[in-house]
């Protein structure tokens, strides 16, 4: 059996860290192209870090729920046959004990030079004038947060698992933001049963086999149960 998990925002929700469309936004009142595009970065580094530093502190006030927790449970059982795709930049899945995983749109645990793309970890501040530790240039780090416009991490090793998924589930994801909100239609072409698991419907709930409704810390330990004793 092998097991291939795109997990969004939803699954962090219970943890406390907001989503991006449902009511309360994430964006603190800055639109998607001021913190969200390599434009709006050029324009106003200082402001796009401050958003990101922000973002990277609370996840010091922040833990893993049990949805988090199931995953990682799964990934025990199934091994490399098991592949989480998570479109969160937060380390909630890492911390939960999950390793089999590719952040597709980036980690705020990492930066990158834009002069030499060397990604490395940080786990403090951002600033537009730290210097790069590989190549020693200045003035070019920016948030490993891959932008609208830009192309996401990993696609490659994820649409391979999927073209040899038996089950497909999505979890906690509105369905709206290419290339993940196609993740489930390709899983079913090449044959996966897919499930999507969220507390609401989405745009794209009728494409799935089956769907379930509640809150991630509940709907996805029961889904994981399903796998008891395989
Ligand atoms: P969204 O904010 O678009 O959607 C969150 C989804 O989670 C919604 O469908 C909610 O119904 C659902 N949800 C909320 N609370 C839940 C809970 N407790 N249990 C289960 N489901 C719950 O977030 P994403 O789909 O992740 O990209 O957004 C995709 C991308 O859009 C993000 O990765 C981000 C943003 O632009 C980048 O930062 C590059
Ligand atoms: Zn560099």
Redesign the pocket.
Known sequence: MKVVVLT????S??SGIR????SDGLWEGLSVNQV?TRTGFGRNPELVNRFYNQRRRQLAEVTPNAAHFALAELEQKFGDDFLLVT???DDLHERAGSKRLIHI?GELLKKRCTWCEQTTPCDVDLSAEDHCAKCGREMGMRPD????GEVPHGLERSYEALQRAEVFAA???????EP?SRFGAKAKVYGAHTVE????E?AKSESFDEVLRG???ETVPRWVARFAGR
């Open positions: 969004g925002a939803g699954i929700a219970e989503t991006f469309r449902d969200a479109q969160n930049v749109h947060i891959v932008w609208f979890i906690g994801t509105s369905g709206l933001v993940a698991i969220n507390a609401t989405t809150p991630a810390s």
